[in-house]
T-cell receptor, first 116, second 113 residues
Framework: QQPVQSPQAVILREGEDAVINCSSS?????VHWYRQKHGEAPVFLMI?????EQKGHDKISASFNEKKQQSSLYLTASQLSYSGTYFC?????????????????FGQGTILTVHP | SQTIHQWPATLVQPVGSPLSLECTVE??????LYWYRQAAGRGLQLLFY??????ISSEVPQNLSASRPQDRQFILSSKKLLLSDSGFYLC????????????FGPGTRLTVL
């Protein structure tokens, strides 16, 4: 099933913070975050693996709570360049034979707009 | 480094015409390859994925088909386009399936009139 992202859209002024959530109805093994600018291809931001880790670079970070089957993306002190649509993609893990299976299933996206 | 190419970049086709979109990856071998479609303002819908030459898995029943004639080449085709086939088609590659990052090509914007 497709993960659910919230909110669907958020409008910020430069310097404000935002949180985008990604929830799944089934067990998660990995969560991938992407940002897509209008008319362009999605660009990879970060991947979080099972284990409840957090990651971040610059002022964008993410957490992964496998018990709650959700991930959150945190954008701190937003910049104009952060504008775009953010997608989470969830992965299914491995089968009994140890072979990776399960494609990424992407959420519907969260539109982030940062104004000066 | 790895690069992924798609062509054409834009395409306008009449209803009922055939379609062929091409995707090639450079700088890696045995990639997993994917075709996605994105309708205007919508999310990413996985159409096909391939783990090797000649191996195609279809995700959504439709009038599209995919082929992988070479290790780093992935082709999306249709014999007769429908209006609903309009959208932004993205090819992506990864080293593995769910635990590996997917890298997207620049996309093809298809308009069916």
């Amino acid at each position: 099933q497709q993960p659910v992202q919230s909110p669907q859209a958020v409008i910020l002024r430069e310097g404000e913070d935002a949180v985008i959530n990604c929830s799944s109805s089934k067990a998660l093994y990995s969560v991938h975050w992407y940002r897509q600018k209008h008319g362009e291809a999605p660009v990879f931001l970060m991947i979080l693996l099972k284990g409840g880790e957090q990651k971040g670079h610059d002022k964008i970070s993410a957490s992964f709570n496998e018990k709650k089957q959700q991930s959150s993306l945190y954008l701190t002190a937003s910049q104009l360049s952060y504008s775009g649509t953010y997608f989470c993609g969830t992965g299914g893990g491995f089968n009994a034979g140890g072979t990776s299976y399960g494609k990424l299933t992407f959420g519907q996206g969260t539109i982030l707009t940062v104004h000066p | 480094s790895q690069t992924i190419h798609q062509w054409p970049a834009t395409l306008v086709q009449p209803v009922g015409s055939p379609l062929s979109l091409e995707c090639t990856v450079e700088g890696t071998s045995n990639p997993n390859l994917y075709w996605y479609r994105q309708a205007a303002g919508r999310g990413l819908q996985l159409l096909f994925y391939s783990v090797g030459i000649g191996q195609i898995s279809s995700e959504v029943p439709q009038n599209l088909s995919a082929s992988r004639p070479q290790d780093r080449q992935f082709i999306l085709s249709s014999k007769k386009l429908l209006l609903s086939d309009s959208g932004f088609y993205l090819c992506a590659w990864s080293k593995g399936l769910s635990l590996d990052t997917q890298y997207f090509g620049p996309g093809t914007r298809l308009t069916v009139l």
